[in-house]
């Protein structure tokens, strides 16, 4: 079992940045696939980013593409987001996840086998 627990979380104005982490226990880190979802109020959960379990292959939505950079430091067993020029939208929970299988649609949260708690993301204008 692997326990996730994101933070960096926080109140920013838009265009500003912002570092999410999230740490990961209880079993071999550099063994799973990675990512990042997020849910707005009123909405379903959607995927920003991920991580291949081989570490040779990211993925980005097309809204933070560009914006957003995924990483991962398996010595330290934790998961990163970058997250610049932030706008109004990307308010949201941000949640990390993982998967013990290689990715066959990153994007799809129901391939994942396990979530964090959730951090707060609020955009200012």
């Known amino acids: 079992q692997v326990q996730l627990v994101e933070s960096g979380g926080g109140l920013v104005q838009a265009g500003g940045s912002l570092r999410l982490s999230c740490a990961a226990s209880?079993?071999?880190?550099?063994?799973?696939?990675m990512g990042w979802f997020r849910q707005a109020p009123g909405k379903e959960r959607e995927f920003v980013a991920a991580?291949?379990?081989?570490?040779?292959?990211?993925y980005y939505s097309d809204s933070v593409k560009g914006r957003f950079t995924i990483s991962r430091d398996n010595a330290k067993n934790t998961l990163y987001l970058q997250m610049n020029s932030l706008q109004l939208e990307d308010t949201a929970i941000y949640y990390c996840?993982?998967?013990?299988?290689?990715?066959?649609?990153?994007?799809?949260?129901?391939?994942?086998?396990?979530w964090g708690q959730g951090t707060q993301v609020t955009v200012s204008s």
């Open positions: 991580f291949s379990r081989s570490g040779s292959s990211t």
């Open positions: 209880g079993r071999t880190f550099s063994d799973y696939a």
């Open positions: 996840a993982g998967r013990q299988l290689p990715f066959n649609t990153p994007s799809n949260p129901d391939e994942y086998d396990f």
